[in-house]
Structures are given as C-alpha cells and as structure tokens.
C-alpha cells in the first residue's frame, strides 16, 4: 500500500517546484504547507486485505494535507473487510477530511466510480479524459 507520506511528499515536491511560495521546506520538519497551498483530493479504492491496514487508518486520523475519498470493496461476510470498514468509519468522524464508502457483495464497479465522483464533486465532476491524463500519476511507473 502507498502511504500517504508518499503521495504527500510526492506532491509537496511537485508543487514546491512549479511555485514555492505554495509550500515551504524546512530540514528538520520537511515540505510544510502554506495557507496558499491547494489542498489535493485523493480519492483510494482498498480491498481491505492490506497487512498495514492499521497503520493507514492512524495516517488517516491525523492527516490535514488533502481530501481523502476511500472505497473498501470486499466480498460478502469477509471479517477483514467488515473490522476494517468499522475502524474506517470511526476516522471519518475524527477527521471530517476524510470520506469512506462501504463497497462489498456484488457490484458492478462502473457504477460505483460514477456514484463516488458524483458524490466527491456535486457541481463538475472530472471526465474520464481528464482522470487518466499521466501528468496526474503521483506515482509513476509505481506497481504495489
């Protein structure tokens, strides 16, 4: 699983690069953000068979940096994908940022990422053009 120290210094170091008034770096604290600095919407699907699936809930929970939409999807009566949907919805009230959607049983996913991108952006949701343009890969050539 990606982490979000990744994915955040990944995107600190893209936008400290275009513009550095965005974010500021320091050497003992790392990328720092700014008031200015735009906030990021991730939006991560999970099967809930993570080994680290607790360490993530506790990133989760503190995180301040971006918007963060999951989607567990799990099959039906999974134990791991139930614990971990309980512990998922018990960050989303901790930490308002944070969004979860409880997928299991049979689905079909298009719908499901139709219903998510609705739901994360009411007004202008993102067209499929625009979702897979690579210059949006934080993580290129990444393969967990």
Same mark, same amino acid.
């Given at each position: ?55 993530? /809930? !506790? *990133? ?7 918007? #963060?939409?999951?989607?567990? %999807?799990?099959?039906?009566? &999974? ?7 309980? /512990? !998922? *919805? ?7 940022? #944070?969004?979860?959607?409880? %997928?299991?049983?049979?689905? &079909? ?35 967990p």
């Amino acid at each position: 699983m990606v982490h979000t120290t990744v994915i955040k210094n990944t995107y600190f170091q893209r936008l400290h690069a275009t513009n550095p008034n965005l974010v500021s770096y320091s050497s003992t604290y790392g990328y720092l953000s700014t008031p200015q600095t735009p906030k990021l919407s991730l939006l991560v699907f999970l099967d809930g068979e993570a080994t680290d699936m607790d360490e993530f /809930e !506790l *990133e989760l929970l503190g995180q301040t940096w971006a918007y #963060v939409t999951i989607v567990l %999807v799990g099959m039906e009566n &999974c134990p791991h994908h139930h614990s971990h949907a309980i /512990e !998922l *919805e018990r960050v989303t009230r901790f930490n308002p940022r #944070v969004g979860f959607f409880d %997928v299991h049983g049979r689905v &079909c996913e298009r719908l499901v990422v139709e219903d998510l991108l609705k739901s994360v952006y009411p007004v202008d949701p993102p067209r499929y053009e625009e979702i897979v343009r690579k210059e949006f890969d934080i993580l290129p050539g990444y393969s967990p």
